[in-house]
């Protein structure tokens, strides 16, 4: 799994310069002087709600751009992409986990990671193997495959969002309050998997949460209202 | 098709094709609604399409090479369709005496008298003349040709037309017998003095195949002894007697005339509308085809544009249902945003899925139209004289269902541009 991340590994995977970015004309929601993430890093991001914890993942996996300044990825500089560019390298490098609703409803979970794996651009033959794999390493039987998502516990739902979001092995694992619609038990689970598989496929993890709880195993804890300039209006 | 075989679909267009089926499969209800509304006013706008080209053609194939109908004075619209397509009555007759008269005409080559009336299980029966086997003709000039038998020659013999044996099943010496008066429930019936068939003609896909047709002497014979619409028991007259009296016919209904040329037209036709002894009218079959053709021609327009409404109406219902169905759709656009789907994509899907209603829509209504366009030709053929045919595919219905496919994606915008927009902006469900 390892060999696809082969591609030269900068030493810094993540680079903020001089970021700003507000939704509406007048505040800014952020604003990021200067912050680098080192490659194979987990790194997790905390504040509280409404502080723009969400905003900027969508801001570094392309989904927004920010009013100025430069957001840097695997050494490209994803602010002087166009709207495609940002897309096609989103579906390459980097594997997005949401709080919930992960999955497309009526596709089956098969069909799921198959259309990540579609868009990552991987025309490899083992798709299925690969997939058969990973929900062996997430411990789910494959008979699931078949399953539509939304037939699926909550619990396993999210753990098919972790094998479609490295389905392509991305340098990058972005992973929004992932737990929040799981029990407690479930939610150690599922943080437990996400930290060794995300390990094992060498992807940098940047992880958010208001949770500290869950912060026990990552390499670094970063405080977003402590990164960030804006005179945040956390509630 | 190939898509379908495949198993891993990796191809974009197979990607996309797999996605909007399922999205479609998953909202099956709505989607079946849509695609039966859709469905149902297509095939009201092909149908309508259909019977209207098909109508025109059979009206104009039902009668050629006649110059002049001649009947009771009365509107040509009406002289034609009860003398031609045997729709409505005629109201008044006119006499032997005219006929003759008119008939002897230097300038007349042939005359067919028509005696209207009776029937036979719904299907009209037409005194006439032999001539009319020889000198009428339908279609681009076809002459009337027997499948079996022979014109009547015996007063009691009677020829049918090809539909009204293929329906009843009758065959060469079976004996029927006539009613009085029109239409399936008639109850006086003519069972004294039965006929012999004789003839049976080719189809001709006019009225033709619908008449029975015997001897202006039949007619009369049946009639001996009736007066005013009703037998009078009183003087009985038996088929064998009937034979013994003058069969002269004292009126018939009208008649058709064949001119040695074509210039004594107009001339002949004022003489007959200023004959003196009788108000009669004289019409050229083609000028008042021509009115007809006026007078549908706006309810065809009238017809067409509620069709193309009521189409509009189901396409701006697919919409709709497209539309309402994007909220509930945010969190999927939002995933496919995540693993790399362009904004095009999301555009592209709700357009996909639109066309794929409609396709089903088209699809629904072809087989529909296939299977109702064979009963409704027995329908209109039984009761308009109309025969339209069973095939409605033609270029025109393929420009039409192309047209009904631009409708559909350009209506199909109106959601899919709501999508694209959507899916540019951030994922806010996860905010
Ligand atoms: N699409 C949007 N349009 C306008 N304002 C928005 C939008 N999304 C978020 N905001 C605002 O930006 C700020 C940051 O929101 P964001 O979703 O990033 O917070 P968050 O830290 O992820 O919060 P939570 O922990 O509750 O998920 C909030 O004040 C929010 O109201
Ligand atoms: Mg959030």
């Known amino acids: 799994m390892v060999q696809s991340n082969a591609m030269t590994q900068p030493e810094t995977v993540l680079e903020l310069e001089d970021v700003c970015f507000s939704y509406t004309n007048c505040q800014p929601v952020l604003s990021i002087p200067d912050w680098q993430v080192r490659a194979g890093q987990q790194l997790f991001l905390h504040g509280p709600s409404g502080c723009g914890k969400t905003t900027l993942l969508n801001l570094l996996t392309g989904m927004l751009t920010p009013s100025h300044g430069s957001i840097r990825l695997l050494n490209e500089t994803l602010t002087s992409l166009s709207g495609s560019q940002r897309d096609r390298f989103r579906a390459h490098h980097i594997g997005v986990v949401f709080q919930q609703f992960n999955l497309i409803s009526y596709l089956s979970v098969a069909d799921n990671i198959r259309l990540a794996a579609h868009f990552g651009k991987r025309r490899s033959k083992n798709i299925d193997q690969d997939t058969a794999s990973l929900l062996e390493q997430l411990q789910m039987p494959t008979r699931l495959l078949k399953q539509r998502a939304d037939n699926l516990s909550v619990g396993q739902q999210q753990r098919v969002a972790i094998a479609r979001a490295l389905i392509n092995h991305p340098e990058i694992l972005v992973v929004d309050e992932p737990t929040s619609a799981l029990d407690e038990a479930a939610g150690e689970a599922f943080m437990k998997l996400l930290l060794s598989l995300s390990r094992a496929n060498n992807s940098t993890l940047l992880f958010v949460s208001h949770d500290h709880r869950l912060a026990a195993d990552f390499d670094e804890m970063v405080s977003l209202p402590e990164l960030n300039r804006a005179n945040s209006h956390a509630v | ?431």
């Open chain 2, 1 to 431: 098709m190939k898509w379908l075989a495949c198993r891993n679909l990796t191809g974009p267009i197979a990607m996309l094709f797999k996605v909007a089926l399922q999205s479609l499969l998953n909202r099956r209800m709505t989607v079946l609604l849509t695609v039966l509304s859709i469905a149902i006013s297509i095939f009201v706008l092909l149908g309508v399409e259909h019977v209207r080209k098909e109508a025109r053609e059979s009206f104009g194939r039902t009668v050629s090479g006649v110059d002049l109908i001649v009947g009771a004075r009365t509107s040509q619209l009406n002289l034609l369709l009860y003398s031609v397509f045997r729709i409505g009555n005629a109201t008044n007759n006119i006499t032997w005496q005219s006929y003759q008269t008119l008939a002897a005409n230097k300038a007349v080559a042939w005359a067919i008298p028509i005696s209207l009336g009776d029937s036979h299980r719904g299907y009209r029966v037409m005194g006439t003349s032999k001539d009319y086997f020889r000198h009428f003709r339908y279609g681009s000039q076809s002459p009337l040709v027997f499948n079996s038998g022979q014109a009547f020659d015996a007063v009691f013999d009677v020829v049918l037309g090809a539909e009204v044996a293929k329906k009843l099943n009758y065959k060469i010496g079976q004996q029927l017998v006539l009613s009085h008066g029109l239409g399936k429930t008639s109850f006086t019936k003519h069972d004294d003095k039965p006929f012999q068939v004789v003839g049976i003609l080719e189809a001709t896909g006019t009225p033709v195949d619908q008449t029975l047709h015997v001897s202006l002497a039949g007619i009369e014979a049946i009639h001996i002894d009736w007066q005013n619409g009703v037998q009078r028991p009183s003087m009985k007259i038996s088929a064998e007697q009937a034979l013994q009296h003058d069969l002269t016919p004292k009126n018939i209904t009208a008649f058709m005339l064949g001119l040695n040329s074509k210039m004594a037209t107009f001339r002949l036709q004022r003489a007959i509308n200023d004959y003196r002894y009788e108000p009669l009218v004289a019409i050229l079959p083609g000028v008042a085809l021509a009115e007809l053709w006026q007078m549908m021609s706006t309810m065809e327009k009238v017809l067409l544009l509620v069709s193309l409404l009521v189409l509009l109406a189901s396409l701006i219902g697919m919409a709709t249902m497209l539309l309402a169905s994007m909220r509930e759709r945010y969190p999927e656009i939002s995933v496919l945003r995540a693993i790399g789907a362009r904004p095009w994509f999301i555009f592209t899907l709700i357009e996909l899925e639109a066309l794929l209603i409609s396709v089903a829509g088209i699809a629904v209504a072809l087989s529909a139209l296939t299977l109702s366009v064979a009963q409704l030709q027995d329908y209109l053929g039984e009761h308009y004289g109309l025969f339209i045919s069973r095939d409605f595919y033609s270029a025109d219905v393929g420009f039409l269902l192309l047209l009904v496919l631009i409708a559909t994606f350009t209506i199909a915008l109106i959601p899919a541009i709501n999508a694209y927009r959507r899916s540019v902006g951030a994922n806010r469900h996860n905010s």
